[in-house]
């Protein structure tokens, strides 16, 4: 997605990313480079697995936390001992992270835990002139954010699932790699149990359920929405979003349907999920955060 960044070694800039998000000032941020080469000058240790996983999947969708060197600020790691480190696959992204030769921090580009924004336009509507430049990269490719692995402890975990699959990733270290909970002792981006969240209410439901769910709050005088894969059955009287039947479609189009909703006034959503397997399980992720109760 579209990221807010500043010059990770500059703190000023760095704290102005949580001030115009409202962002936590404890809730770490992803430094992004140009190269695994430039990574390892904010790691204070490169080890095996993630020398193995960025010669896997850098340029992609796939952030490495590992112990931090000196570059890596209170303010980029939430006053932890770990920094989030990531070579993003996109061709703008790459030339700006190059001719800087250094490392951006940026979080998604909207208000901290509402929906991430996948186009310019999702930005400038969210952010209006708290930012001064938009660099334009067309709406994003995958959709959702990136996988999160924890490489600081004794075994690899999965802190957050994302863009790069579980199973990717356990296929090249050939080891199982245990989702975390997000009460880990290890803080990330994304972690947090409400996160993601349209304005309109969300709540997930299988097509066995839907027809009664939507009745229920039809009965209630709500305006519906039903995100569902195509194919899906969609009862009377909602407003219908389809996504792709596929898990990489599904993420793709998840943030831009949830903006669409808040856009078009609608007050429920009630989403069908994909299967947990393969990027189907960031998108359940996003969807579950997306519908717990909020602060």
């Excluded at 990733?169 to 199982?176: C, F, I, S």
């Amino acid at each position: 997605m579209y990221g807010l960044g500043a010059d990770a070694s500059n703190e000023l800039a760095v704290r102005r990313i949580f001030a115009v998000k409202g962002r936590p000032s404890n809730h770490p941020l992803i430094v992004h480079v140009a190269s695994a080469e430039v990574a390892k000058r904010w790691a204070a240790r490169w080890p095996d697995e993630a020398a193995r996983l960025a010669d896997a999947f850098w340029p992609g969708p796939l952030t490495l936390i590992v112990k931090r060197s000196s570059l890596a600020s209170d303010a980029v790691t939430g006053g932890q001992e770990t920094v989030g480190l990531r070579v993003p696959d996109h061709a703008l992204a790459l030339e700006l992270l190059r001719v800087f030769d250094g490392g951006v921090a940026a979080p998604s580009a909207n208000r901290f835990g509402r929906v991430s924004p996948t186009t310019a336009k999702h930005v400038r509507d969210e952010l209006g002139d708290d930012v001064e430049l938009v660099l334009d990269g067309g709406a994003c490719r995958v959709g959702v954010e990136s996988t999160i692995v924890d490489l600081s402890g004794p075994a690899p975990r999965l802190l957050r699932p994302g863009g790069v699959p579980k199973e990717a990733v356990e296929r090249v270290l050939g080891k199982d790699v245990p989702l975390a909970s997000h009460a880990t002792d290890v803080r990330a981006p994304g972690m947090l149990a409400s996160h993601y969240a349209p304005r309109a209410g969300l709540w997930l439901v299988t097509n066995a359920t839907l027809a009664d769910e939507v009745a229920k709050r039809l009965s209630a005088g709500s305006k519906v929405a039903v995100v569902a894969p195509k194919g899906t059955a969609m009862p009377e009287g909602v407003t219908r979003f389809e996504v792709p039947d596929d898990d990489a479609g599904y993420a793709r189009a998840l943030y831009a349907t949830l903006r669409e909703v808040d856009e078009r006034g609608l007050d429920v959503v009630l989403a069908v999920p994909p299967a947990e397997s393969g990027v189907g399980l960031a998108v359940v992720d996003r969807l579950r955060r997306a519908s717990a109760p909020r602060g």
